[in-house]
Protein backbone atom coordinates (compact mmCIF):
# COMPACT_ATOMS: atom_id res chain seq x y z
CA UNK A 1 0.00 0.00 0.00
CA UNK A 2 1.42 3.21 -1.17
CA UNK A 3 0.11 6.25 1.28
CA UNK A 4 0.88 9.99 0.55
CA UNK A 5 1.72 11.57 3.87
CA UNK A 6 1.07 14.89 4.68
CA UNK A 7 1.51 15.76 8.69
CA UNK A 8 0.88 19.43 7.67
CA UNK A 9 0.15 22.10 10.67
CA UNK A 10 0.16 22.36 14.43
CA UNK A 11 -0.83 18.97 16.23
CA UNK A 12 -0.92 17.65 12.61
CA UNK A 13 2.61 15.90 12.73
CA UNK A 14 2.42 14.58 16.27
CA UNK A 15 -1.29 12.42 15.44
CA UNK A 16 0.15 11.65 11.98
CA UNK A 17 3.24 9.89 13.69
CA UNK A 18 1.07 7.90 16.26
CA UNK A 19 -1.08 6.85 13.04
CA UNK A 20 1.45 5.77 10.80
CA UNK A 21 2.91 3.54 13.78
CA UNK A 22 -0.97 1.72 14.47
CA UNK A 23 -0.64 1.49 10.50
CA UNK A 24 2.35 -0.17 10.45
CA UNK A 25 1.57 -2.88 13.40
CA UNK A 26 -1.56 -3.80 11.51
CA UNK A 27 -0.42 -3.97 7.69
CA UNK A 28 2.65 -5.30 6.29
CA UNK A 29 4.58 -3.13 3.34
CA UNK A 30 3.03 0.08 4.07
CA UNK A 31 4.93 2.65 1.89
CA UNK A 32 5.07 5.98 2.81
CA UNK A 33 5.59 9.12 0.79
CA UNK A 34 6.49 12.13 3.21
CA UNK A 35 5.03 15.78 1.68
CA UNK A 36 6.25 18.90 3.19
CA UNK A 37 3.19 20.70 3.25
CA UNK A 38 2.07 23.52 5.76
CA UNK A 39 3.16 26.95 7.09
CA UNK A 40 6.52 26.17 7.07
CA UNK A 41 7.68 25.32 3.65
CA UNK A 42 5.64 28.76 2.58
CA UNK A 43 7.40 30.43 4.66
CA UNK A 44 10.61 28.93 3.62
CA UNK A 45 9.74 29.19 -0.11
CA UNK A 46 6.09 31.03 -0.55
CA UNK A 47 5.23 27.60 -2.04
CA UNK A 48 1.86 26.21 -1.29
CA UNK A 49 0.79 23.22 -3.28
CA UNK A 50 2.83 22.87 -6.49
CA UNK A 51 1.88 21.07 -9.61
CA UNK A 52 4.64 18.64 -8.97
CA UNK A 53 3.29 17.97 -5.73
CA UNK A 54 0.01 17.38 -6.97
CA UNK A 55 1.45 14.70 -10.00
CA UNK A 56 3.52 13.09 -7.31
CA UNK A 57 0.21 12.34 -5.00
CA UNK A 58 -1.79 11.27 -7.28
CA UNK A 59 0.48 7.89 -7.50
CA UNK A 60 -0.49 6.99 -4.02
CA UNK A 61 -2.93 4.83 -3.07
CA UNK A 62 -4.40 7.19 -0.60
CA UNK A 63 -3.47 10.20 1.44
CA UNK A 64 -3.01 10.49 5.42
CA UNK A 65 -3.56 14.00 6.17
CA UNK A 66 -2.72 15.55 9.64
CA UNK A 67 -4.13 18.96 9.91
CA UNK A 68 -3.34 22.44 7.93
CA UNK A 69 -3.51 25.45 8.97
CA UNK A 70 -1.31 28.32 11.09
CA UNK A 71 -1.55 31.19 13.43
CA UNK A 72 1.44 32.87 11.45
CA UNK A 73 -0.58 32.64 7.83
CA UNK A 74 -2.94 34.76 7.23
CA UNK A 75 -6.72 32.44 7.62
CA UNK A 76 -7.70 30.81 4.47
CA UNK A 77 -4.31 30.85 2.80
CA UNK A 78 -3.06 27.75 3.90
CA UNK A 79 -6.40 26.05 3.87
CA UNK A 80 -7.59 27.36 1.07
CA UNK A 81 -4.18 26.82 -1.21
CA UNK A 82 -3.66 23.55 0.47
CA UNK A 83 -6.59 21.48 1.85
CA UNK A 84 -9.17 23.03 -0.43
CA UNK A 85 -7.31 22.57 -3.27
CA UNK A 86 -6.35 18.93 -2.54
CA UNK A 87 -10.36 18.14 -2.02
CA UNK A 88 -10.69 19.92 -5.53
CA UNK A 89 -8.12 18.60 -7.69
CA UNK A 90 -8.69 15.38 -6.72
CA UNK A 91 -12.67 15.49 -6.84
CA UNK A 92 -12.97 14.45 -3.49
CA UNK A 93 -16.77 14.95 -3.43
CA UNK A 94 -17.89 12.39 -0.62
CA UNK A 95 -16.87 14.12 2.83
CA UNK A 96 -17.50 11.11 4.93
CA UNK A 97 -17.89 11.65 8.35
CA UNK A 98 -18.84 9.18 10.87
CA UNK A 99 -19.84 9.48 14.62
CA UNK A 100 -19.49 6.59 17.12
CA UNK A 101 -20.52 6.37 20.37
CA UNK A 102 -17.74 4.42 21.77
CA UNK A 103 -18.69 1.99 24.75
CA UNK A 104 -18.03 3.71 27.93
CA UNK A 105 -17.06 7.03 26.67
CA UNK A 106 -18.53 9.94 28.54
CA UNK A 107 -20.81 12.39 26.33
CA UNK A 108 -22.22 15.87 27.32
CA UNK A 109 -25.56 14.72 26.97
CA UNK A 110 -28.56 14.08 29.11
CA UNK A 111 -29.19 10.24 29.32
CA UNK A 112 -27.02 7.31 27.86
CA UNK A 113 -27.78 8.05 24.31
CA UNK A 114 -26.47 5.70 21.60
CA UNK A 115 -24.62 7.42 18.70
CA UNK A 116 -24.03 5.78 15.63
CA UNK A 117 -24.34 8.07 12.75
CA UNK A 118 -22.75 9.27 9.34
CA UNK A 119 -22.55 12.76 7.79
CA UNK A 120 -22.02 12.63 3.95
CA UNK A 121 -21.09 15.86 3.55
CA UNK A 122 -20.68 17.16 -0.18
CA UNK A 123 -16.99 17.92 -1.10
CA UNK A 124 -16.50 19.99 -3.76
CA UNK A 125 -19.37 22.90 -3.95
CA UNK A 126 -20.95 24.95 -1.89
CA UNK A 127 -19.96 28.01 -0.51
CA UNK A 128 -16.31 26.51 -0.93
CA UNK A 129 -15.39 27.32 -4.65
CA UNK A 130 -14.25 30.56 -4.11
CA UNK A 131 -16.75 32.21 -6.39
CA UNK A 132 -17.14 35.92 -4.94
CA UNK A 133 -15.43 38.73 -4.87
CA UNK A 134 -14.96 41.79 -3.19
CA UNK A 135 -15.29 45.87 -3.86
CA UNK A 136 -14.57 48.96 -2.22
CA UNK A 137 -12.45 47.09 -0.04
CA UNK A 138 -11.67 48.85 3.18
CA UNK A 139 -13.78 51.08 2.69
CA UNK A 140 -16.88 51.90 4.13
CA UNK A 141 -18.81 51.14 1.20
CA UNK A 142 -17.44 47.54 0.87
CA UNK A 143 -19.22 44.88 -0.91
CA UNK A 144 -18.12 40.86 -0.33
CA UNK A 145 -19.55 38.13 -1.88
CA UNK A 146 -19.75 34.38 -1.23
CA UNK A 147 -21.93 32.50 -3.60
CA UNK A 148 -22.54 28.90 -3.35
CA UNK A 149 -22.36 26.91 -5.82
CA UNK A 150 -24.60 23.61 -6.10
CA UNK A 151 -24.50 21.67 -9.43
CA UNK A 152 -27.40 18.96 -10.37
CA UNK A 153 -24.23 16.95 -11.34
CA UNK A 154 -22.80 17.09 -7.73
CA UNK A 155 -25.57 16.77 -5.88
CA UNK A 156 -26.92 13.95 -7.15
CA UNK A 157 -23.54 12.13 -7.05
CA UNK A 158 -22.91 12.67 -3.23
CA UNK A 159 -27.16 12.05 -2.72
CA UNK A 160 -26.64 8.75 -4.40
CA UNK A 161 -23.90 8.10 -2.38
CA UNK A 162 -25.77 8.47 0.81
CA UNK A 163 -28.71 6.63 -0.41
CA UNK A 164 -26.35 3.66 -1.01
CA UNK A 165 -24.49 3.84 2.54
CA UNK A 166 -28.37 4.24 4.08
CA UNK A 167 -29.52 0.70 2.18
CA UNK A 168 -26.65 -1.05 4.10
CA UNK A 169 -27.21 0.59 7.57
CA UNK A 170 -30.50 1.43 9.52
CA UNK A 171 -31.90 2.58 5.60
CA UNK A 172 -32.53 6.09 6.96
CA UNK A 173 -31.85 9.32 5.25
CA UNK A 174 -32.23 12.42 6.26
CA UNK A 175 -31.92 15.73 4.55
CA UNK A 176 -30.14 18.21 6.14
CA UNK A 177 -30.23 22.22 4.39
CA UNK A 178 -32.00 25.72 5.14
CA UNK A 179 -34.80 25.26 2.12
CA UNK A 180 -36.78 27.84 4.14
CA UNK A 181 -34.49 30.52 3.58
CA UNK A 182 -31.98 29.25 0.63
CA UNK A 183 -34.86 28.04 -1.72
CA UNK A 184 -32.42 27.97 -5.05
CA UNK A 185 -30.55 25.46 -3.21
CA UNK A 186 -32.53 24.12 -0.84
CA UNK A 187 -35.05 23.20 -3.83
CA UNK A 188 -32.47 21.81 -6.07
CA UNK A 189 -30.93 19.43 -2.95
CA UNK A 190 -34.43 18.36 -2.05
CA UNK A 191 -35.85 17.11 -5.55
CA UNK A 192 -32.80 15.76 -6.33
CA UNK A 193 -33.61 13.49 -2.51
CA UNK A 194 -36.86 12.82 -4.01
CA UNK A 195 -35.93 11.79 -7.31
CA UNK A 196 -32.84 9.82 -6.64
CA UNK A 197 -34.74 8.50 -3.13
CA UNK A 198 -37.28 6.49 -5.70
CA UNK A 199 -34.80 4.00 -6.70
CA UNK A 200 -34.23 3.52 -2.58
CA UNK A 201 -37.53 2.74 -1.67
CA UNK A 202 -37.04 1.04 1.48
CA UNK A 203 -34.74 3.76 2.86
CA UNK A 204 -37.10 6.36 4.28
CA UNK A 205 -36.38 9.81 3.74
CA UNK A 206 -36.45 12.93 5.97
CA UNK A 207 -35.73 16.39 6.03
CA UNK A 208 -34.29 18.84 8.96
CA UNK A 209 -33.48 22.28 8.90
CA UNK A 210 -29.67 22.77 9.95
CA UNK A 211 -30.53 24.85 13.00
CA UNK A 212 -33.00 22.19 14.34
CA UNK A 213 -30.29 19.66 13.37
CA UNK A 214 -27.92 21.36 15.54
CA UNK A 215 -30.73 20.76 18.22
CA UNK A 216 -31.65 17.04 17.67
CA UNK A 217 -28.07 16.25 17.68
CA UNK A 218 -27.59 17.29 21.00
CA UNK A 219 -31.38 16.29 22.46
CA UNK A 220 -31.64 12.99 20.71
CA UNK A 221 -28.85 11.72 18.67
CA UNK A 222 -30.06 8.64 17.91
CA UNK A 223 -32.78 9.84 15.46
CA UNK A 224 -29.95 9.93 12.86
CA UNK A 225 -28.33 7.61 10.34
CA UNK A 226 -27.01 8.89 7.36
CA UNK A 227 -27.23 12.57 6.79
CA UNK A 228 -26.06 13.90 4.10
CA UNK A 229 -25.88 18.25 3.54
CA UNK A 230 -24.07 20.68 1.56
CA UNK A 231 -20.04 21.73 1.84
CA UNK A 232 -20.70 24.13 4.79
CA UNK A 233 -23.33 22.82 6.66
CA UNK A 234 -21.40 19.39 6.54
CA UNK A 235 -18.84 21.24 8.34
CA UNK A 236 -20.34 23.00 10.70
CA UNK A 237 -22.64 19.91 12.04
CA UNK A 238 -19.75 17.43 12.12
CA UNK A 239 -18.19 19.75 14.59
CA UNK A 240 -21.31 19.37 16.79
CA UNK A 241 -21.38 15.85 16.20
CA UNK A 242 -18.08 15.51 16.76
CA UNK A 243 -18.14 17.40 20.37
CA UNK A 244 -21.60 14.92 21.31
CA UNK A 245 -20.07 11.62 20.51
CA UNK A 246 -17.12 11.83 22.37
CA UNK A 247 -14.91 14.89 21.22
CA UNK A 248 -13.08 16.27 18.68
CA UNK A 249 -10.62 14.42 19.75
CA UNK A 250 -11.85 11.19 18.05
CA UNK A 251 -13.52 12.32 14.74
CA UNK A 252 -12.21 10.91 12.11
CA UNK A 253 -12.90 11.76 7.77
CA UNK A 254 -12.47 10.81 4.81
CA UNK A 255 -12.63 12.92 1.35
CA UNK A 256 -13.37 10.47 -0.98
CA UNK A 257 -13.20 9.96 -4.73
CA UNK A 258 -16.04 7.74 -5.03
CA UNK A 259 -15.25 7.02 -8.94
CA UNK A 260 -12.18 5.73 -8.05
CA UNK A 261 -10.10 7.58 -10.06
CA UNK A 262 -8.11 9.79 -7.58
CA UNK A 263 -6.48 9.04 -4.37
CA UNK A 264 -8.86 9.56 -1.36
CA UNK A 265 -7.24 11.34 1.31
CA UNK A 266 -8.47 10.50 5.86
CA UNK A 267 -7.66 13.04 7.99
CA UNK A 268 -9.04 13.66 11.50
CA UNK A 269 -11.87 15.87 11.38
CA UNK A 270 -9.79 18.77 13.89
CA UNK A 271 -7.72 21.34 12.86
CA UNK A 272 -4.09 22.26 13.73
CA UNK A 273 -4.87 22.93 17.30
CA UNK A 274 -2.49 25.89 17.70
CA UNK A 275 -3.36 25.98 21.95
CA UNK A 276 -2.15 22.98 22.20
CA UNK A 277 0.68 22.20 19.40
CA UNK A 278 3.78 20.88 20.31
CA UNK A 279 3.33 19.50 24.09
CA UNK A 280 2.13 16.18 23.35
CA UNK A 281 -1.60 16.44 24.55
CA UNK A 282 -3.41 16.08 21.46
CA UNK A 283 -5.54 12.99 21.14
CA UNK A 284 -4.24 10.72 18.02
CA UNK A 285 -7.39 8.37 18.36
CA UNK A 286 -8.98 10.61 15.55
CA UNK A 287 -5.90 9.96 13.41
CA UNK A 288 -5.67 6.50 13.91
CA UNK A 289 -9.28 6.34 13.27
CA UNK A 290 -8.76 8.35 10.31
CA UNK A 291 -6.16 5.52 9.49
CA UNK A 292 -8.88 2.48 9.81
CA UNK A 293 -10.94 4.24 6.96
CA UNK A 294 -8.13 4.04 4.87
CA UNK A 295 -7.85 0.62 5.11
CA UNK A 296 -11.74 0.01 4.82
CA UNK A 297 -11.37 2.13 1.40
CA UNK A 298 -8.48 0.28 0.56
CA UNK A 299 -10.71 -2.78 1.14
CA UNK A 300 -8.80 -4.14 4.15
CA UNK A 301 -11.67 -4.84 6.22
CA UNK A 302 -9.82 -6.87 8.94
CA UNK A 303 -7.50 -4.53 9.74
CA UNK A 304 -9.55 -1.88 9.44
CA UNK A 305 -11.81 -3.53 12.44
CA UNK A 306 -8.59 -4.47 14.48
CA UNK A 307 -7.99 -1.18 14.83
CA UNK A 308 -11.44 0.12 15.81
CA UNK A 309 -11.45 -2.43 18.13
CA UNK A 310 -8.23 -1.53 19.46
CA UNK A 311 -9.35 1.96 19.98
CA UNK A 312 -12.62 1.13 21.27
CA UNK A 313 -10.91 -0.82 24.47
CA UNK A 314 -8.35 1.47 24.99
CA UNK A 315 -11.38 4.55 24.97
CA UNK A 316 -13.16 2.01 27.74
CA UNK A 317 -10.32 1.60 29.82
CA UNK A 318 -9.21 5.79 29.75
CA UNK A 319 -9.84 7.64 33.45
CA UNK A 320 -8.36 10.55 32.39
CA UNK A 321 -6.30 12.82 29.90
CA UNK A 322 -3.55 10.78 28.58
CA UNK A 323 -0.57 12.11 26.03
CA UNK A 324 -0.12 11.90 23.01
CA UNK A 325 2.26 9.63 22.61
CA UNK A 326 0.92 7.45 25.34
CA UNK A 327 -2.38 7.37 23.49
CA UNK A 328 -0.43 5.50 20.88
CA UNK A 329 1.50 3.34 22.70
CA UNK A 330 -1.40 2.06 24.52
CA UNK A 331 -3.74 1.27 21.01
CA UNK A 332 -0.34 -0.65 19.80
CA UNK A 333 0.10 -2.56 22.59
CA UNK A 334 -3.47 -3.85 22.25
CA UNK A 335 -2.36 -4.71 18.48
N1 LIG B 1 -8.76 19.56 8.15
C1 LIG B 1 -7.96 20.48 8.62
O1 LIG B 1 -6.79 20.48 8.31
C2 LIG B 1 -8.52 21.53 9.51
C3 LIG B 1 -9.74 21.34 10.17
C4 LIG B 1 -10.20 22.33 11.03
C5 LIG B 1 -9.45 23.48 11.23
N2 LIG B 1 -8.28 23.63 10.56
C6 LIG B 1 -7.40 24.78 10.82
O2 LIG B 1 -6.75 24.54 12.07
C7 LIG B 1 -6.50 25.80 12.72
C8 LIG B 1 -7.11 25.81 14.09
O3 LIG B 1 -8.52 25.75 13.95
P1 LIG B 1 -9.57 25.72 15.16
O4 LIG B 1 -8.90 26.16 16.41
O5 LIG B 1 -10.78 26.38 14.68
O6 LIG B 1 -9.98 24.17 15.27
P2 LIG B 1 -9.19 22.94 15.92
O7 LIG B 1 -9.96 21.73 15.57
O8 LIG B 1 -7.76 22.96 15.52
O9 LIG B 1 -9.26 23.20 17.51
C9 LIG B 1 -10.50 23.42 18.18
C10 LIG B 1 -10.34 23.00 19.65
O10 LIG B 1 -10.26 21.58 19.71
C11 LIG B 1 -9.07 21.16 20.35
N3 LIG B 1 -8.56 19.98 19.65
C12 LIG B 1 -8.47 19.81 18.32
N4 LIG B 1 -7.94 18.62 18.02
C13 LIG B 1 -7.69 18.01 19.19
C14 LIG B 1 -7.13 16.75 19.55
N5 LIG B 1 -6.73 15.85 18.61
N6 LIG B 1 -7.01 16.43 20.85
C15 LIG B 1 -7.41 17.31 21.79
N7 LIG B 1 -7.95 18.52 21.52
C16 LIG B 1 -8.09 18.87 20.23
C17 LIG B 1 -8.10 22.34 20.23
O11 LIG B 1 -7.12 22.30 21.25
C18 LIG B 1 -9.04 23.52 20.30
O12 LIG B 1 -9.32 23.84 21.64
C19 LIG B 1 -7.06 26.86 11.77
O13 LIG B 1 -6.00 27.31 10.96
C20 LIG B 1 -8.07 26.12 10.95
O14 LIG B 1 -8.32 26.69 9.71
C21 LIG B 1 -7.79 22.68 9.72
C1 LIG C 1 -9.87 23.99 7.40
C2 LIG C 1 -11.16 23.99 6.64
C3 LIG C 1 -10.95 24.38 5.22
C4 LIG C 1 -11.90 22.63 6.74
C5 LIG C 1 -13.28 22.73 6.12
O1 LIG C 1 -13.98 23.73 6.32
O2 LIG C 1 -13.66 21.79 5.42
C6 LIG C 1 -12.06 22.07 8.15
O3 LIG C 1 -12.84 22.88 8.97
C7 LIG C 1 -12.64 20.67 8.09
O4 LIG C 1 -13.68 20.44 8.72
O5 LIG C 1 -12.03 19.81 7.45
MG1 LIG D 1 -14.33 21.81 10.05
Not at 314 to 324: H, K, Q
Request: proline share 5%.
Amino acid sequence: MRLAVIAGDGIGPEVIGEALQVLDVVVDGVETTEYDLGARRYHATGELLTDADLASIREHDAILLGAIGDPSVPSGVLERGLLLTMRFALDHHVNLRPSVRYPNVAVPLAGDPSIDFVVVREGTEGPYTGNGGAIRTGTPHEVATEVSLNTRFGVERVVRYAFERAQVRRKKLTLVHKTNVLAFAGSLWQRTVDEVGRGYPDVATDYCHVDAATIHMVTDPGRFDVIVTDNLFGDIITDIAAAVSGGIGLAASGNIDATGTNPSMFEPVHGSAPDIAGQDKADPTAAILSGALLLRHLGDTAAAERVEMAVAADLAERTGPVSTTETGARIRARL
